[in-house]
């Protein structure tokens, strides 16, 4: 039995052939035998015994003929690849014989032309084609200047360097290619390895000495640089570099030019006295009363009256004492400063001498507006002190330029800063410094006998404006402030909360109607306040009325007479700049900081409905309306509810001018349609248009068409308050001064600067007079000590920001 079985099996074994391809993978090794079950495991006969070893064997030798089949399976792979790289090249001869071909009459036509010959550049030419056509490679070297053929240079030399460096030994030093001579000769090799492909492209030898680039611009201002030297003087040449760096610089650089161009420059001693503009020293002295010195001994040595009766000191002989002290040795504080020398009239003939000598003579009718701006920054701070500097401004405009677009009343040219004072924004300092300024001011204004103003005759008309931020305006009148109770607005007659309301408020802060008669329903009812203005003649009233009040009645306290003028008098005190010398309606608000308050609160707005959505939301929100307008850090700013402090102009008109654009269609898009998802949409698109109207600077419309333009100025005003007041972002427990002057005091502003000067109500802005005040932080940080307590301090500042005005340089 066991035989037959043996023979059985053997005779069915038979040698596999070896196959020309791979088995399918279909195929698979025979299964065990039916009788071989995993229930039994052990073969209980002879011939069960025998069956399973023949099997085993069966299995290995097929295990073998598979691995064999594997073997030339990887041979045939290798060998059809080979097959299909020949190929390939090929393919590649013959496609460069078909070009060769192709560009073989253009060859003969050439020879039977000229002798040269027209190099072959095929996939290369189409390549360099391609780059081109970008906006990177529009220009030859040629034709480039100095900035953009370096960095065209740069790149290539990046990727010089780049192709050589190992990252293995970057990761242990960034800088290991450095002063390293196996790296250069890598690199030389490279480079004769370019100017063999190149000289083989080209057909021709690079081995030459050629020229330099220099564009037909340079050759032709380089053939006439000594004809300028020539025509230029040799002092405005050396104020012109004395702008650029320090005194012992000038020297160095004096000594080098008068070798080269044989200048005879003067030297920088002699430079400093002869200097376009004098500049002399200020000293001012405020003298404080007893109450101010009181309260600043308990300010700095922390004398609290309470702390001391607690802990049982004599409080009387320490306050006594203290007083004693201060009216002995500070009683009267000292501010340095520096001015140019002369009046406000010869500070306005500057203006107008530059305006002549750019612009030719004025006109009979040409109107001249004086603008002063005073504003105050900190120049620098450290641990041991900070020091804020108050620079005094003064700007001349043309409405007839501006129009013709000949001048921008946002452009710093016509920007005299003539006067730098070392102290605070606060009512002392600005009374002393700025007394001869208001006289000299009302004589122009007045064209009083004496005042003489060049290149202007009696036709040409005159204004005079004051145009500074909140904060200083509030100071120099010395109002009620804008946390006050009752009346917080300088301009008007209106309470606390009115103009949200829009209705009026008693004393006792109830809403009452234009007859006397509460309103209870006031906030379903619409906006039915009307600001009433204060006048000129109105302001001297109420001044007089305050000083007559606080002398007759010897009040010896200040603040509580405040309080009687902030309940009884409109919030006009006396304690501010005369009312003599300076009219009230001369006041205007800056369009620049009153736009960039308001479009940051509407931010503020959008950010806090956003933000109480799902993460999902304003995570969206962040990556697809912020992405693409800001940079990381305004993003993270925006999403951490941080101040907006960190939005500058450029950002905050980037806000406005995507609204249209990102935001409003991501609003419609991704939010829930409601009520407060709609007056944030309808509240966006007024900001829009009411910005691009108070930018607005010259006139190119109609008469007509611009009147329609402030109608509608007017009504998106109103409607933006209203939106404002629904959205919770104008209240009337704190209603933003800014908010108020956009509503009330912008639309008579206007007006009248239409009347007057047939422009546009954008031409009171601070942009210029931020951009001098920068141009005076950068020259502090660049030319200044530690020092900062010396008069030379403010000395040597306002000579250079006097040549930056006088020469049109910029300082940064």
Not at 82 to 93: L, V
Not at 361 to 387: H, P, T, Y
Request: aromatic share 10%; charged share 30%; glycine share 4%.
């Amino acid at each position: 039995m066991c035989s037959t079985l043996h023979k059985r099996f053997v005779r069915g074994i038979k040698k596999p052939e070896t196959p020309s391809m791979p088995l399918p993978p279909t195929q698979t090794v025979p299964s065990l035998p039916s009788f071989i079950t995993p229930d039994k495991k052990n073969c209980t006969t002879a011939a069960e015994r025998l069956e399973k070893r023949e099997y085993v064997k069966f299995c290995h030798q097929m295990n073998e003929q598979v691995q064999n089949l594997l073997e030339q399976n990887s041979l045939l792979r290798l060998i059809i690849e080979e097959k299909e790289k020949e190929e390939e090249i090929e393919n590649e001869k013959e496609n460069e014989k078909k070009e060769e071909e192709c560009l073989q009459p253009l060859q003969k036509k050439r020879k039977l032309d000229d002798s040269s010959t027209v190099p072959v550049l095929s996939n290369h030419h189409i390549r360099m084609m391609e780059m081109l056509k970008t906006k990177k490679w529009r220009k030859p070297n040629s034709q480039l200047n100095h900035r953009f053929r370096d960095d065209r240079l740069d790149e290539a030399i990046c990727f010089i360097i780049a192709s050589n460096l190992d990252k293995k030994e970057l990761k242990k030093d960034q800088y290991y290619y450095v002063n390293d001579s196996e790296f250069a000769d890598e690199i030389s090799a490279t480079i004769n390895l370019i100017t063999y492909q190149l000289e083989k492209r080209l057909k021709q030898s690079l081995n030459r000495n050629p020229d330099p680039f220099i564009s037909d611009d340079e050759l032709e201002s380089n053939a006439n640089l000594k004809q300028t030297f020539d025509k230029q003087s040799n002092m405005d040449v050396a104020l012109r570099i004395l702008q650029e760096c320090t005194a012992k610089g000038y020297d160095r650089i004096k000594k080098k030019l008068c070798e080269m161009f044989n200048l005879d420059l003067p030297s920088s001693y002699t430079l400093m006295k002869e200097l376009p503009l004098d500049v002399e020293l200020v000293a001012i002295e405020i003298t404080l009363d007893d109450e101010t010195v009181r309260q600043k001994d308990d300010l700095v040595n922390g004398r609290n009256p309470t702390l001391l009766k607690k802990e049982g000191f004599d409080f009387k002989s320490v306050l006594e004492k203290a007083s004693s002290f201060f009216n002995e040795k500070k009683k009267t504080i000292k501010l340095i400063g520096a001015k140019l020398k002369g009046t406000y009239v010869e500070y306005c003939n500057i203006l107008l001498d530059k305006m002549e000598k750019r612009h030719g003579s004025m006109k009979a009718d040409d109107q001249v507006l004086f603008i002063n701006s005073f504003d105050g920054a900190e120049v620098f701070r450290n641990n041991k002190q900070s020091a804020g500097v108050i620079s005094y401004n003064t700007s001349l405009l043309v409405p007839r330029l501006i129009q013709e677009r000949k001048m921008s009343p946002h452009a710093s040219k016509y920007c005299l800063t003539w006067q730098q004072i070392r102290g605070k924004e606060d009512l002392r300092t600005i009374t002393c410094s700025t007394s001869e300024y208001f006289k000299h001011r009302r004589r122009i204004e007045t064209n009083a006998d004496g005042v003489t103003l060049k290149h202007l005759t009696s036709t040409n008309e005159r204004f005079v404006y004051d145009m500074h931020d909140g904060k200083f305006l509030y100071s120099m009148l010395a109002c009620s402030h804008y946390k006050r109770k009752y009346h917080r607005f300088l301009w008007c007659k209106c309470k606390k909360g009115e103009g949200v309301m829009g209705y009026h408020v008693n004393l006792k802060g109830k809403v009452i109607d234009p007859a006397g008669k509460p309103v209870e329903n006031w906030k379903e009812q619409g906006m039915q306040h009307s600001c009433t203005l204060i006048t000129d003649e109105e302001y001297r009233e109420l001044f007089k009325k305050s000083m007559k009040r606080f002398y007759e009645s010897n009040e010896t306290d200040e603040e509580r007479h405040k309080v009687w003028c902030d309940e009884s008098n409109f919030g006009v005190t006396h304690f501010g700049i005369d009312c003599d010398l300076f009219d009230i309606s001369s006041i205007r608000f800056d369009t620049f900081h009153m736009m960039s308050s308001i479009i940051k609160q509407v931010m503020t707005c959008l950010r806090e409905y956003i933000l109480e959505q799902s993460p999902d939301i304003y995570e969206s929100f962040s990556k697809n309306v912020l992405g693409k307008i800001y940079n990381e850090y305004l993003i993270h700013v925006w999403n951490n509810r941080m101040k907006l402090s960190g939005f500058q102009g450029k950002e905050c008109s980037s806000f406005v001018q995507n609204i249209e654009n990102i935001i409003v269609p991501y609003l419609k898009e991704n939010m829930m349609q409601c009520n407060r998802q709609q007056n944030i949409i309808k509240l966006l698109k007024l900001l829009k248009k009411i910005d691009k109207f108070v930018r607005m600077t010259y006139i190119d419309v109609e008469e007509d068409e611009y009147k329609e333009m402030m109608t509608e100025f007017n009504d998106n005003v109103k409607n933006f308050y209203k939106y404002g007041r629904k959205l919770g972002m104008v209240k009337e427990e704190e209603e933003i001064f800014y908010f108020h002057v956009l509503r009330f005091y912008m639309p008579n502003i206007v007006e009248t600067t239409y009347s007057r000067h047939k422009l546009g109500v954008g031409i009171f802005s601070m942009q210029a007079f931020e951009r001098r005040n920068k141009e005076s932080k950068n020259l502090f940080l660049k030319f200044c000590t530690l020092n900062r307590n010396t008069p030379a301090f403010l000395i040597n500042n306002l000579k250079r920001l006097s040549l930056t005005f006088q020469y049109d340089m910029e300082s940064t």
